[in-house]
């Protein structure tokens, strides 16, 4: 039951992209300014997509501690901006893979999880700050799934250094932008 209704979620989230695949850039959104871009299940950066962008990140993970040899796969993390502080955060399951127990215990996908960005900043000091709130939906294998809804909060934040010590780095009002070409 639990497989049917993770498939279902699945094809319902890849459906509902496959009309924006190809589709130019709305023009009130400015291609010109940089992303900044997340490392799923690294790191958050502190700033949102721009308001009608869709953004997929994927990354890949292999660690090993105590004995143990595991890899994560594909780390995928969909953030779509809704307004010009806000975006929804789609984090699809990833396959965890056990390299230290030849029958594959402790395998399979991972859970799902819906949430929310909120960017606060940029504050006084010349920091960004933003809010992330998710829920975890326990669609994931037994052997890697917590098997309950798990809520999070997290409060990502940068701050540029001052003026002139990273000619890439804007006046502090976001992410990172192209050095100025000389």
């Known amino acids: 039951m639990l497989a049917r209704i993770s498939t279902a979620l699945l094809v319902f ?5 496959v009309p924006l695949h190809g589709q130019g850039q709305l023009p009130s959104i400015d291609a010109s300014e940089p992303i900044s871009t997340d490392r799923p299940a690294v790191t958050d950066s502190s700033v949102v997509v721009p308001a009608g962008s869709l953004q997929a990140e994927n990354g890949f993970l292999e660690t ?12 995928t993390l969909v953030r779509f ?7 929804l955060r789609f984090t699809l399951p990833d396959y965890f893979r056990n390299l230290t ?16 960005k909120e960017q606060l900043g940029p504050t006084p000091g010349k920091f960004d700050v933003s809010v992330v709130l998710f829920l975890s939906f326990p669609t994931g ?4 799934s917590s098997g309950g ?14 003026t002139g010590q990273r000619p890439e780095c804007s006046p502090c009002t976001g992410p990172l932008k192209a050095a ?3």
Do not use: H
């Not at 901006?81 to 975006?87: D, L, N, P, V």
């Open 149 to 162: 809804y798990d809520p999070a909060f997290q409060v990502p934040w940068s701050r540029c250094p001052p």
């Open 64 to 75: 090993s501690s105590q004995g143990q040899n595991v890899i994560d796969g594909p780390e």
């Open 101 to 116: 127990a030849g029958n594959g215990l402790g395998s399979g996908f991972g859970d799902f999880a819906f949430g929310v």
């Open 13 to 17: 989230i890849w459906a509902g992209m």
């Open 81 to 87: 901006g809704i307004a010009k502080r806000t975006e």
């Open 180 to 182: 100025p070409e000389t």
């Open 141 to 144: 294998a037994n052997t890697v």
